[in-house]
């Protein structure tokens, strides 16, 4: 039976705010000038948000989803799942820096995940020939700076027609 992308971005939702937390300790440890909070439970998002309240902030939503094959037996689809990583910082510098550091412990907890097999039976992860698409920087308020990244992750998944 076809389940969809649904079950694939609650896992990747799970995975990451389950540990994000401790990559970022891990990362803060090695470079301490900035602190490196991770978002608050209700600022991992199952799809877009308009506004979040705390930063960072974290969304998984989806974007694309090629059908590979399509027999009487059943069907392979590669989900494009985006995520989206939110700071603000009241210096240009201090919020790119963030904004780095951020993706970087996201997609090093996305690849240690799929290495410890965490992804295994439900989808096949891939994260080749992506890119990390950078935001321009905005001011958010008076005298604070947002900025913010996205890349997707490829998400392979064959599933049964019975």
Known sequence: MYSGLEPIIDKLLAEISANLAAELAVRAALVPALAMPAPAAAEYTFGERQIHTTYPAIEIFPVTTPI???NNESLTLWHNVGIAIFVR?????????????????VIQVIANRRA???????????????????????????????????????????????
Do not use: H, I
């Open 89 to 105: 910082a009241p210096k240009e510098e201090n919020l790119t820096r963030l904004l780095l550091r951020y993706a970087d412990a």
């Open 68 to 70: 590979d094959k399509d």
């Open 116 to 162: 410890a097999g965490a992804f295994n039976g439900l989808f096949s992860l891939d994260m080749n020939e992506q890119t990390l698409d950078w935001s321009p920087t905005r001011v958010a308020q008076r005298t604070l700076l947002e900025r913010d990244v996205m890349f997707a992750v490829r998400c392979m998944k064959t599933e049964s027609r019975s």
